[in-house]
């Protein structure tokens, strides 16, 4: 079959409705939502092949920097690998995936990408190596709690108000972790606003802070913060913590907080793999959650 190998088409209309179509039939994601929000920006760029007007596979890179140890790195960030039923035993992901790293390897100082247990064994083949993440609890149960998250408003994509308020804050975020952090992700926050998270949203307009969480019994699930100010993380779980919770589990790497317990992940849904000489940390880390593209 004449495949043709296309990049960067997002104003094709033709070729990004076939992308559309191709990541709902694998993954059932409308990334035509992500898209109609604004969310599919520079950052993000399709390496694809065609066949006739129909995208079969489909590798994409995401522009970022990655913060390892204080340290600022340039990065490329793979993900949306998707080939089509049809076309599938015949190495179109792994032509595309050589293609992103002879194009754009001399360029980034950090190639990564998260794996599911499905193809674990297919990424070291293209010198992808294994970082272990870790996980983050935090016992609360003596910690000081106002038993009053009315501060907390949910917020709703379709108000405009609030839409605003998400976007303007994906735009001016600042990090929350000196340890490993991810910036430049404006784009991945939108894909979490509407595709991940979109029922777990709160704004406090006192610290002008967005938070993504889930309570789940007496376990709270804060997944991320997103300010436009540096946050104490104290005051943040003081004004979240009711006296049923006890436990604090973070998905992101939260930097000088006391007695926080950590351990690394043991079969993680999804693995990390890196390209790069940058060495793996030493102390615990996790990537974001809600970088993961």
């Known amino acids: 079959m004449n495949y043709e190998l296309i990049t960067d088409y997002k104003h094709n209309a033709i070729y990004r409705k076939s992308f559309f179509e191709l990541v709902q039939t694998t993954f059932e994601l409308d990334f035509k939502q992500w898209d109609d929000a604004g969310g599919w920006n520079d950052n993000y760029r399709c390496l694809s092949y065609r066949l ?21 790195h340039s990065a490329l960030q793979i993900g949306t690998v998707v080939t089509h039923p049809d076309h599938r035993n015949k ?5 595309l995936i050589e293609y992103a790293l002879t194009t754009y390897e001399k360029d980034y100082d950090f190639i990564y990408l998260f794996a599911n247990d499905t193809v ?3 990424y070291p083949k293209f010198g992808f190596k294994q970082w272990h993440e870790s996980t983050f609890v935090l016992d609360v149960s003596t910690y000081k709690k106002s038993n009053n998250t009315n501060s907390w408003r949910k917020l709703t994509r379709e108000v405009p108000a609030d839409l605003e308020i998400m976007t303007r804050l994906a735009e001016q975020r600042k990090p929350l972790s000196n340890q490993v952090e991810v910036t430049g992700r ?20 006192e610290c002008d802070a967005l ?4 309570i789940d019994g007496s376990e709270l699930h804060l997944f991320d913060i997103i300010a436009a100010q540096p946050i ?21 790497t939260p930097d000088g907080l006391p007695h926080v317990q950590s351990a690394r992940m043991e079969n993680p849904e999804d693995t990390l793999f890196v390209r790069s000489k940058i060495e793996e940390p030493n102390t615990p880390f996790v990537f974001p959650l809600t970088s993961h593209a």
């Open 52 to 72: 006739g007007s129909q995208i079969v596979a489909n590798v994409s890179i995401n522009e970022l920097t990655v913060i390892v140890e204080g340290n600022a």
């Open 91 to 95: 190495g179109l992901s792994r032509q």
């Open 120 to 122: 674990l064994s297919f």
């Open 186 to 205: 404006e784009h991945l926050s939108h894909f979490y606003y509407i595709l991940g998270f979109g029922d777990a949203l709160y704004y406090h307009s």
């Open 211 to 214: 938070l993504i969480f889930e």
């Open 232 to 252: 104490n993380l104290n005051d943040i779980l003081s004004s979240l913590l009711t006296s049923e919770i006890t436990t604090v589990n973070f998905y992101f």
